[in-house]
């Protein structure tokens, strides 16, 4: 079955600086990658995904990067706010599969 | 925001209660899911659904039970509570016939079992 880790398991980073948040997969047959964010006492909310056709894609200050030959993605936040602290995870299935596989999360702290 | 809805938020019950864990969506979505997420954050699936009259079990093994009677509905049961079953447990749900892939996700409940 499909494995996915994820790093760092914490991360600080200065408000305005940038966060970046890296996930390897290991099935190469899983072609969708969604990221979540989850805020102290709620359930994770979806902030962007993107699908093994395409490279890169951006919404705003957050972006994810997909390399399939490595089978590696990556979050990427720019000009952090407190308000992006929280945990993060990513995910990724195979279309039809309708089966997440989550990574361990990331808890990010942004430091005013 | 996703229309999934669970109760209780918080629970605090002594070992050997039976307890339900409800989850509700208004979304008309076929597919459902039980997460039970340890202190470490990570997210292990222990049952799903893809519709009425639908249960699987999922990667981690759980002593929960679920029933899917209707779409909407989709409650989780313990008939004998233990320490061990500390939790929380997040519900979720995914439409079938639009964004297959994409999972929406309840509050949460908070389960402490003394």
């Known amino acids: 079955g499909e494995n996915v880790e994820q790093h760092p398991s914490t991360l600080s980073v200065q408000e305005g600086d940038s966060a970046v948040i890296k996930c390897t997969y290991s099935d190469s047959a899983s072609n969708y990658f969604p990221w979540y964010k989850q805020e102290l006492g709620k359930g994770p909310q979806l902030i962007i995904d993107i699908r093994s056709n395409v490279g890169e894609k951006k919404d705003q200050r957050i972006a994810v990067t997909l390399n399939k030959t490595a089978k590696h993605f990556s979050l990427h936040i720019t000009e952090t706010q407190p308000e992006d602290s929280a945990v993060y995870f990513c995910a990724a299935s195979n279309f039809g599969n309708e089966k997440l596989t989550f990574g361990t999360g990331t808890r990010l702290t942004i430091i005013p | 925001e996703a229309d999934i809805y669970q109760t209780p938020r918080y629970l605090v019950i002594g070992t050997g209660k039976k307890i339900t864990l409800e989850c509700s969506q208004t979304m008309g979505h076929d597919k459902m899911y039980w997460y039970q997420q340890d202190p470490g954050m990570e997210l292990h699936l222990i049952h799903y659904s893809y519709g009425v009259n639908s249960t699987e079990k999922g990667d981690l093994s759980s002593e929960s039970t679920v029933s899917r009677i209707r779409t909407e509905h989709f409650p989780l049961t313990l008939e004998s509570a233990r320490p061990s079953h500390t939790s929380q447990y997040l519900c979720?749900?995914?439409?079938?016939?639009?964004?297959?892939?994409?999972?929406?996700f309840g509050p949460g409940t908070r389960l402490l079992v003394l």
């Open positions: 979720a749900s995914t439409d079938l016939g639009g964004r297959q892939e994409t999972q929406y």
